[in-house]
C-alpha cells in the first residue's frame, strides 16, 4: 500500500491545468487511498484487540488489514493507475509500468492473506503477512525520507503517516508471532 493523498491532487489539478501529463481525475485514487486507509484502521484496531485474547486470533484483521487494503491498493496503483499517479502528481502521459508492479507486489500480499485465512494456515502465516506488508512500507517511507530533493517526493504527512501504518503493521506481526 504506498500510500499518497490529497496533498498531492493539488499538484495533480495544476498539472492538469497547464496541460502536462494525463488528464486523468485523481479523485477516484483518492478515495481508493482513503478506503484503504479505513480497512487498515478498522484491522489494526480489531487486530490489536483479538491478538491478546485467548485463543489470540488475526483472521478478521489479516482480511481487513492486509487482505483488502493489499487488494485496494493493487486496484489504485495497477486498475486505475492513471488517476493513481495523478493523484501524487505523477503524471507524464504515459502508462508506469513501475506503478503497476507495485501494485501486483499488493496483491501478492493481498493474495497471502486471504488465503491464509480461508484455507486456515494458522495465526503464524496470518502474522506473516502482516509482517510482509510492514516490512515493504517502512522500507518505502525511509526511502522516500531520504530521497528528499531528489526529484518526486510526498509531503511529510503523507510519509509519516505511511511509516506509522508500517510500525503498527510489524508490531502487530510480531505480536502474532508471539501468540502463535
Same mark, same amino acid.
Given at each position: 500500500?504506498?500510500?499518497?493523498? @490529497? *496533498?498531492? &491532487?493539488?499538484?495533480?489539478?495544476? !498539472? #492538469?491545468?497547464s496541460g502536462g501529463g494525463n488528464s486523468a481525475n485523481p479523485?477516484?485514487?483518492?478515495?481508493?487511498?482513503?478506503?484503504?486507509?479505513?480497512?487498515?484502521?478498522?484491522?489494526?484496531?480489531?487486530?490489536?484487540?483479538?491478538? @491478546?485474547?485467548? /485463543?489470540? @486470533?488475526?483472521?478478521?484483521?489479516?482480511?481487513?488489514?492486509?487482505?483488502?487494503?493489499?487488494?485496494?491498493?493493487?486496484?489504485?496503483? &495497477?486498475?486505475?493507475?492513471?488517476? *493513481?499517479?495523478?493523484?501524487?502528481?505523477?503524471? &507524464?502521459?504515459?502508462? !508506469?509500468?513501475? $506503478?503497476?508492479?507495485? %501494485?501486483?507486489?499488493?496483491?501478492?500480499?493481498?493474495?497471502?492473506?486471504?488465503?491464509?485465512?480461508?484455507?486456515?494456515?494458522?495465526?503464524?502465516? $496470518?502474522?506473516? @503477512?502482516?509482517?510482509?506488508? %510492514?516490512?515493504?512500507?517502512?522500507?518505502? &517511507?525511509?526511502?522516500?525520507?531520504?530521497?528528499?530533493?531528489?526529484? +518526486?517526493? #510526498? /509531503?511529510?504527512? +503523507?510519509?509519516?503517516?505511511?511509516?506509522?501504518?508500517?510500525? =503498527?503493521?510489524?508490531?502487530?506481526?510480531?505480536?502474532? =508471532? +508471539?501468540? %502463535?
Amino acid at each position: 500500500m504506498t500510500t499518497g493523498g @490529497s *496533498d498531492a &491532487s493539488g499538484a495533480a489539478d495544476e !498539472n #492538469r491545468k497547464s496541460g502536462g501529463g494525463n488528464s486523468a481525475n485523481p479523485r477516484v485514487a483518492a478515495v481508493l487511498m482513503g478506503l484503504t486507509y479505513l480497512a487498515g484502521a478498522l484491522g489494526l484496531f480489531i487486530g490489536f484487540f483479538t491478538v @491478546s485474547r485467548t /485463543p489470540p @486470533s488475526l483472521t478478521i484483521a489479516t482480511l481487513l488489514a492486509v487482505g483488502l487494503a493489499g487488494g485496494l491498493s493493487f486496484v489504485r496503483h &495497477s486498475i486505475t493507475h492513471a488517476p *493513481d499517479a495523478a493523484r501524487m502528481g505523477w503524471t &507524464s502521459g504515459k502508462r !508506469n509500468n513501475f $506503478q503497476i508492479e507495485v %501494485g501486483l507486489a499488493n496483491l501478492a500480499w493481498a493474495l497471502l492473506a486471504v488465503a491464509a485465512v480461508v484455507f486456515d494456515w494458522g495465526i503464524r502465516v $496470518q502474522a506473516a @503477512s502482516f509482517l510482509v506488508f %510492514g516490512f515493504y512500507l517502512l522500507a518505502v &517511507s525511509v526511502f522516500i525520507a531520504t530521497a528528499r530533493g531528489d526529484g +518526486q517526493s #510526498r /509531503p511529510w504527512g +503523507q510519509v509519516a503517516g505511511m511509516g506509522l501504518f508500517a510500525v =503498527m503493521l510489524t508490531v502487530l506481526g510480531i505480536m502474532g =508471532m +508471539q501468540a %502463535g
